[in-house]
């Protein structure tokens, strides 16, 4: 059975690699995807009432839902996503420069030091996509700003996913900062507790004279 040290950091490149690419191929798809005109619109003060393009109070309705998306869940969208990445780079940016304060990677185990790669690993994870949600909200924004009458709905319902799955890699890597101190405190603990062997006293060339 192979090591887990051949397969595991591959693994997490891997992993890392392809989450960030999905990222990436996610946001180039939704920016030139063009959004279909709308068939139906339902008051957000009346979701029982779904109104067809042949009612008067169509363009209405498109209006109203509008300035609902703008002014509620592109805010609380847009500021509790740039408060999770100001938090997510603060964390990154700390643990790699206090590395060595919870981690001694001169003296720490192999464990200690995958785990510390992956909660930086899932950080940069957790960053792409929470930047791939707010990208969403953007062009969301814009279209229900200028376009109204189109399907800028489906942003939004592709960045709650992003945001979502963004605060599960950051649990992840919170959690692996975390096992990564303790492995490394343990480590310490048992180097402590070793007592070194005690010397072996030389015998003095003087003594050995006196012998003969």
């Not at 709308?38 to 109070?57: G, M």
């Not at 950080?123 to 200028?146: E, N, P, Q, R, S």
């Not at 992003?162 to 180097?191: K, P, W, Y």
Request: proline residues 8%.
């Amino acid at each position: 059975m192979p090591s887990p040290r051949t397969f595991i950091p591959p693994l997490l490149v891997v992993v890392s690699t392809g989450v960030c690419y999905l990222a990436g191929a996610t946001v180039y798809d939704r920016m030139t995807f063009i959004p279909t005109p709308l068939e139906t619109c339902v008051f957000p003060i009346d979701p029982h009432a779904t109104l067809l393009p042949a009612d008067p109070r169509f363009n209405d309705c498109l209006a109203t839902q509008a300035r609902v998306f703008l002014e509620v869940d592109y805010v609380e969208t847009k500021d509790l996503a740039k408060a999770f990445l100001t938090l997510m780079t603060a964390v990154l940016v700390a643990s790699i420069t206090f590395s060595e304060k919870i981690v001694n990677l001169n003296a720490a185990t192999w464990w200690a030091k995958t785990t510390m790669v992956s909660s930086w690993l899932f950080l940069l994870m957790a960053i792409a996509a929470c930047g791939t949600g707010l990208t969403f909200m953007i062009y969301g924004a814009y279209y229900a700003a200028h376009a109204p009458w189109v399907d800028y709905l489906e942003f939004g319902y592709r960045a709650g996913p992003m945001i979502f799955g963004a605060g599960i890699l950051f649990g992840l890597a919170l959690a692996s900062l975390l096992v990564a101190g303790m492995i490394s405190l343990l480590q310490r603990d048992l180097s402590d507790n070793i007592v070194p062997p005690s010397p072996i006293p030389s015998v003095s060339t003087s003594s050995k004279q006196r012998r003969k």
